[in-house]
Structure formats: C-alpha cells, structure tokens
C-alpha cells in the first residue's frame, strides 16, 4: 500500500513540507475571508469560537488527513480506494476534487482582484494616477485569467521545484509588512474601539450560524477536508513529524489570520466602514489606508503583490489536488493534467467574475441564502463542503482506515505522539464528528 511510484515527488526536507503547507493555508482565507467572516458574525464572539474550534476539531483532522495522505502515497481518490479498494467510499474522493475546482474557480476570482490593486499601485506610482477600481467586466476576466494561468504554470513544474521555493523568503516579509499596516491602522484615531470590538466576544452574538461560519473558516484557512493536506502529506517522507509539521501550519496559519483582524478592524472603525460589508471589506478598507499613509502607493505595491504570492501558493495546492488525481489515476502527463483542469476553472468561475463586475443576474441571484454568485460558491464549496468532507474523513477513519492505524500512522517520526495517542482518538472518534455533525444540521435547520 505505501510504496512509492518512481515518478512522485517528494518534500526536500520537513521544512520544506511545512513551507509549502502553510503556503497552502496562509492566503486569501487569512486576509480576505477571516476579516469578511469575523466582520458579519460578531467580531469578538466569532474570533473565540474561530480560534475553539481551531484546537478542538481543526488541529485534530489535521494530523488525521496528513497520516492518511503520507500512509497511502497517493492523491484523495487514491488514498481512499488503497484503503478501501472498489468500496463507495471513493465518492469522497471525488468530491473532495470537486470541492477543490469550486474553490480553485472564484478564488482565483478575488485573487484577481488582488492582482488588479497591485497593478492600480503600480500605476499610481509610476504614472501618479489615482486609485480607482474599475471592476470593468473584460479587466476582471482578464486578471481572473491571468491568475489561473500563473497558478497553471507553477504547478506543471511539479511538486518541488514549483512550490516549495516560492514560500521560503515570501511568507516572512508578508508578516512583516502586515506589522507595518497594523502599526499605522492602530495610530488612526478612534481605532481603539475596532481592537475592542475585535476582541471581547459578545456572548449573545454566538448563533448557530456564526458557530458554523466559524468551524468552516478553520477548515477553509487550513485548507482542510479536501484533500490539499492528504496530498500535500502524501509526498512527506516516513522520517518527518506529521505532529511537528500540522502543528507549525495551524500556528502559523491561526496567527496570520488574527493579525489581519488588527489590520482590517482598527481601521474601519477609525474611518467609518461597515465591519459586516461582506466580501468587499478588505478592497474598500485598505487603499484608504494606503491613501494616508506616507510612502501609501509603495505599501500598497509591496502588500499586494505579497497577497498575490500568499494566493498563488494556495490556489497551487487547489489546483495540485486535482491534478495529483489525473497524473497518478488517470496516468495523464502533468501538463495536460494542469491546462485541462485552468480551463475548466476558468469556465466554472466565469459566473463569479461576472458577478464581481456587476453584471445581473450573477449579482441578484440567490442560491441557499447568499446574495450574489460568489458569496453562494463560497458558502456551498468553502462552508458545507469542507465541513462535510472533514466529516466524512473522520467517518472514513473510524468505520474504514481504522483510528489504530491512523494513530500509528502519526506516531512514525513523532515518537513523543504515544502521549497523546488516546486522547487523539477519542477527539476523532466522538469530538470532532458530533461536533461537526450537529454545527452542520443546527445550522441547516434554523
Ligand atoms: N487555505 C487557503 C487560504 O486560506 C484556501 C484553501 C482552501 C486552499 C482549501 C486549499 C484548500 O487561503
């Protein structure tokens, strides 16, 4: 079952592992998503169920969907079927690359959208021109392109040489120039009130909707319940801690996202905005803190190009998910793999393009509550979906792959895990699945 085919990669080193996994997680999710999700769900009351539901259920399907990814060598559908040969449970499997498709369509979208600020910064430096976002349809569809097509070509350069390069000196400037933009947004006056606002959770703000907001956002921000970490382990090496390695990316990854939060908030307080302003919140937020800021355009370069690196080396693992099927099952060449799969997300992610620039009816439609095509695609591939893939993954473990051979799975390269082997199966066997379990119906039925 775990023998390696010749023509798979594999991680340089561990750190190479943790690099490009949270280059997987780190991304639009941190910067975008968190601020947008904490911003319509209470503030402070979702920042604590966020970070509960981080430790309690996330940290736990993370060492759980690295093992069953390192212990199979393979990409989710064939992880599933070296388990369980010509059982249903491969259904999994495909949805988890379905999952990955939807996501990889209207992420590529917003990263767009991140990539046009960084050209609209470089104008305004070069050219002096002002800051305006035209949201013009053929500009979105050409930088939404342009995006996939980046994406596209680090990919078909293979695991390595493609992904593990571009996070090793990216990531850290991305921390510090998010230090700088904290440092300036907290000097506005009357920000104090965001940093409270971000942080005292008001208990009577804890619905069952936030509660599931809040559990999907962590399995969205740790690339959770799609198989991008099963994939991503797969090419992890027997020597390596799957315990070292699961815990630095959801440290790593949960940081990132809390120091948005006290970039975005101070600011849109001290400037007037609505926290609950949805998926636009950071695009109206921060050029106008750029806007007051000396040396703003230069900022503003720097931070989203850097966005743009966070969002390419997660949309690289979307994109890597799916592919890692078609090369190894379907025995299709990478490259064909990569441009067949870009140019379906192209198709799938037009609606959301069009949304994004105004176009009706994508704008006034509404699917399962959510206005607009985009929020609706992220609600129904970001929210239920990867809820219900972590949730099928923990089924998977329990009544298939066996949570012994998970554990000891886990405990090849980080000897020290025997300490916490029985309260990691307990936490898979009844805490994650009853928890997950009853946020999804909860929230369904109200
Ligand atoms: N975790 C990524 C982010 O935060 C998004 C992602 C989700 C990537 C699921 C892969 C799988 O931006």
Redesign the pocket.
């Known amino acids: 079952m775990s023998a390696q085919s010749p023509r798979r990669g594999q991680w340089g080193s561990q750190i190479g592992f943790i690099l490009a996994a949270a280059g997987?997680?780190?991304?639009?999710?941190?910067i975008?998503?968190f601020p947008y999700m904490a911003g319509q769900n209470g503030g402070g009351a979702f920042v604590l169920v966020y970070l509960v539901c981080v430790l309690v259920i996330a940290l736990p399907v993370m060492f759980l969907e690295i093992s069953l990814g390192r212990a199979t060598h393979r990409n989710p559908v064939g992880a599933i079927k070296a388990v369980a040969p010509r059982s249903l449970w491969r259904l999994l499997g495909y949805l988890a690359l379905l999952?990955?498709l939807g996501?990889l369509s209207y992420?590529s979208v917003i990263a767009g959208k991140v990539l046009t600020y960084c050209a609209l910064y470089v104008r305004k430096l070069v050219l002096g021109e002002g800051i305006v976002y035209s949201g013009a349809t053929v500009e979105v569809v050409i930088y939404f392109a342009l995006f996939l097509i980046l994406t596209v070509l680090v990919v078909s350069g293979g695991v390595q040489r493609g992904i593990e390069r571009w996070t090793k000196i990216l990531m850290p400037l991305l921390v510090v120039i998010m230090g700088a933009i904290i440092v300036r947004s907290l000097l506005l006056p009357g920000a104090m009130a965001g940093v409270k606002w971000f942080v005292t959770p008001d208990f009577s703000k804890i619905t069952p909707r936030v509660i599931l907001n809040a559990m999907s956002q962590g399995?969205?921000?740790?690339?959770?319940?799609?198989g991008?970490m099963l994939t991503y382990g797969s090419y992890l090496s027997r020597k390596d801690s799957i315990v070292t390695c699961g815990t630095s990316v959801v440290l790593f990854?949960t940081v990132i996202a809390i120091l948005a939060g006290f970039m975005i908030f101070p600011a849109v307080f001290a400037l007037g905005g609505d926290p609950a302003a949805g998926s636009t919140l950071i695009f109206q937020v921060l050029p106008k803190v750029f806007g007051g800021m000396e040396g703003g355009a230069v900022v503003g370069i720097v931070f989203f190009f850097l966005l743009c690196v966070?969002?390419l080396t997660?949309?690289v693992?979307?994109l890597e998910?799916v592919t890692a099927y078609f090369v190894d099952e379907r025995r299709w060449s990478r490259r064909r793999s990569v441009w067949t799969i870009g140019a379906a997300a192209f198709i799938v992610g037009l609606p959301s393009a069009f949304d994004l620039a105004g176009i009706t009816p994508w704008t006034s439609i509404t699917i399962l509550g959510k206005h607009g095509f985009l929020e609706a695609m992220d609600f129904l591939w970001?929210n239920l979906s990867?809820a219900i893939g972590s949730l099928l993954l923990c089924v998977f473990a329990i009544a298939v792959w066996g949570l012994k051979n998970a554990a000891s799975e886990i405990e090849i390269g980080s000897p020290g895990f025997v300490r916490f082997r029985a309260v990691w199966i307990f936490f898979i066997r009844w805490i994650c699945p009853a928890l997950i379990g009853v946020i999804l119906v909860s929230k369904l039925v109200s």
Request: glycine content about 16%; overall charge neutral.
């Open positions: 997987s997680a780190v991304g639009l999710g941190n975008w998503r999952t990955g996501i992420y399995f969205f921000s740790l690339s959770l319940g799609m991008a990854d966070a969002a997660s949309t693992s979307l998910v970001g990867l």
